[in-house]
């Protein structure tokens, strides 16, 4: 099964932007479609977007769409979110999923 570790959480002003990382622990990684989701307090987990293996595809949740991009480098078994025009509703724990595995997150925090 693979592992997913996510990276680059922080702190961020309204309005601005961030981009998360996803690395994966092994080559299958370009071969799976790519997602991911976020989760607020109080919230259920929430569907952000899904890429397919070779990053050709992407969809989004109607929340998202337009601000937030994912892609994806095969070669180094890493994804993606790149985040802009951040609102404090845009805070939560961010996930990334392949195949039913998942990260620990990375904790999101849009305020200023």
């Known amino acids: 099964q693979v592992q997913l570790v996510e990276s680059g959480g922080r702190l961020v002003q309204p309005g601005g932007s961030l981009t998360l990382s996803c690395a994966a622990s092994d080559s299958s990684f370009g071969t799976l479609n790519m997602s991911w989701y976020r989760q607020a307090p109080g919230h259920q987990r929430e569907w952000i977007g899904t890429t397919t293996p070779t990053g050709a595809y992407t969809t989004y949740a109607d929340s998202v769409k337009g601000r937030f991009t994912i892609t994806r480098d095969n070669a180094k078994n890493i994804a993606y979110l790149q985040m802009s025009s951040l609102k404090s509703e845009d805070t939560a724990v961010y996930y990334c999923?392949?195949?039913?595995?998942w990260g620990q997150g990375t904790q999101v925090t849009v305020s200023s």
């Open positions: 999923e392949q195949r039913s595995s």
